[in-house]
């Protein structure tokens, strides 16, 4: 490379199964943090359906100066041939990986691909990267020393002599920059396969006013791999952000896919007033699980008066014992409250609950179908406990060899086995939970009533199968 030029960049989203095909925002958000240093080009994995020997003739030709990775656990194993694939095609090039799962097991990941990926930048990664972009030209990154690597928030190295490996950098301020650089994922190029499934108006976007869960929940990752703080976004840059998708990208439906879009009030009154004021008139949903306990009439009304229909919530379990213990701090009295609100207010509320989590038994499992059934739920998920790298429940079961036989975080095969169950037994009362929900005449009307084209039919029956199939 000449060096005066900027270093060019290639992020890659590693491909492997995923029910949701969306813009990938975390590289979005990187892209449009190193703009000023790098000149950037951004390969979705998963919507190009890459392989690594299309990944290899890609990297080749673009023949970029960095790549990186965004790996989550689900694509641990697509994520290492990638990374040979294109060490292979670039042998000059420096490799990096960040994403939750390199976050979570920094130098085990860094040993699984010995010796082809350089760094592993733990959680947020636009400081990192753009200290790495920015020294790239002068130095080259492989010679920057120890002490230098050292001081790059989030960097892990197996390193020349010492290992590095830094806590995951968690920024404060989120307002910079101020969007993904959308024109490198532009929502129009994505199949009718969003986040939760179901939209009313496409092309859909995802957007994020908040970043980071200060809970404890037993089975989430976030807290850890986000410091357990939340930050906020000014809510005028979200307005900003979305007139921009509606006008420049042709986006007709936006989803906060926050981590915790409601743990604050005040910030998600703010955000809905902002839109509100911003005419932008969009309507959007909230497709990951929201918490309850904000959700009072005032916030319920301002967000459907911001363009809201839809909200999904973490409900988790109709058994009081394995609410306990997965510390998530609900009472069902108050789900069901909360809720009823939801519903009256004319909003599609979407449950999600989790089967198959430690200690649960059968009469448990029947408890939640039971539950699910008795609230004014639109639709109701019933995934498979996965202990994923990261989560308090992974710590726990880390420490007994027997719990983590077998265990699994591809999210296609059922990922952790409790006391009681077979596989396959686990994998029927999954099976019995969504029949049970849908097979109620309501519910699979206001399911089919949901599906609204043959794409959208398609990926829905895509992921139906790949829910209830996989053992
Ligand atoms: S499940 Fe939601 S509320 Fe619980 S820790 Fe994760 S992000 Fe936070």
């Given at each position: 490379m000449n060096m005066s030029q900027k270093p060019h960049l290639l992020l890659v989203k590693v491909p492997s199964y995923s029910d949701v095909i969306a813009p990938p925002l975390g590289l979005g958000y990187l892209a449009a943090a190193v703009r000023d240093s790098a000149r950037v080009s951004l390969l979705d994995g998963v919507r190009l359906g890459l392989t690594p020997k299309k990944l290899y003739s890609t990297a080749k030709s673009l023949n970029p100066d960095m790549v990186g990775f965004s790996v989550v656990s689900a694509a641990k194993s697509p994520a290492v041939q990638c990374i040979g694939a294109v060490r292979k095609a670039l042998p000059k090039a420096v490799i990096l990986a960040g994403g939750p799962h390199p976050t979570a097991m920094p130098m085990e990941f860094l040993e699984e691909t010995a010796p082809h990926l350089d760094f592993v930048l733990r959680g947020e990664a636009e400081e990192g990267l753009r200290i790495l972009c920015r020294e790239f030209p002068a130095?080259?990154?492989?010679?920057?020393?120890p002490d230098d690597l050292n001081k790059i928030p989030g960097m892990a190295a197996i390193g020349k002599d010492t290992p590095i490996c830094r806590p995951p950098a968690v920024r404060e301020d989120i307002n910079d920059p101020a969007m993904p650089a959308w024109d490198l994922m532009p929502p129009g190029q994505y199949p009718k396969a969003p986040h939760g499934a179901f939209f009313r108006r496409f092309p859909v976007a995802p957007a994020l006013t908040s970043r980071g869960c200060s809970y404890g929940c037993g089975f989430c990752s976030v807290p850890a791999l986000t410091g357990g703080k939340i930050r906020f976004r000014a809510p005028q840059l979200v307005a900003e952000e979305l007139m921009a998708l509606k006008t420049r990208f042709g986006v007709q439906e936006a989803q906060i896919i926050d981590d915790n879009f409601t743990a604050n009030k005040a910030h998600a009154l703010n955000t809905c007033r902002a839109l509100i004021n911003s005419g932008v008139n969009l309507p959007w949903t909230c497709p990951n699980g929201v918490r309850m306990?904000?959700?009072d009439k005032e916030l319920i009304q301002a967000m459907k008066g911001a363009g809201c229909y839809s909200v999904s919530l973490g409900l988790e379990s109709g058994s009081a014992k394995v609410l306990n213990r997965m510390k998530k701090g609900l009472s069902l009295d108050h789900v069901g409250e909360r809720v009823e609100l939801l519903a009256k207010a004319g909003l599609e509320v979407n449950g999600f609950f989790i089967l198959g989590y430690p200690e649960e038994t059968r009469q448990d499992m029947k408890a939640t179908l039971d539950f699910a059934k008795s609230l004014p739920l639109t639709r109701a998920n019933f995934s498979l406990f996965t202990p994923l790298p990261g989560c308090p429940e992974w710590e726990r079961l880390s420490a007994d060899p027997a719990a983590m036989e077998g265990l699994t975080t591809t999210f296609s095969q059922v990922g952790y086995v409790p006391q009681g169950f077979s596989r396959s037994s686990l994998k029927r009362q999954q099976r019995k939970a969504f029949l049970g929900f849908y097979l109620q005449r309501r519910n699979a009307e206001r399911l089919l009533a949901s599906l609204r084209s043959r794409e959208a039919v398609y990926y829905f029956a895509r992921r139906a199968w790949h829910w209830m199939g996989a053992s």
């Open positions: 130095q080259g990154v492989q010679d920057i020393s306990e904000n959700l």
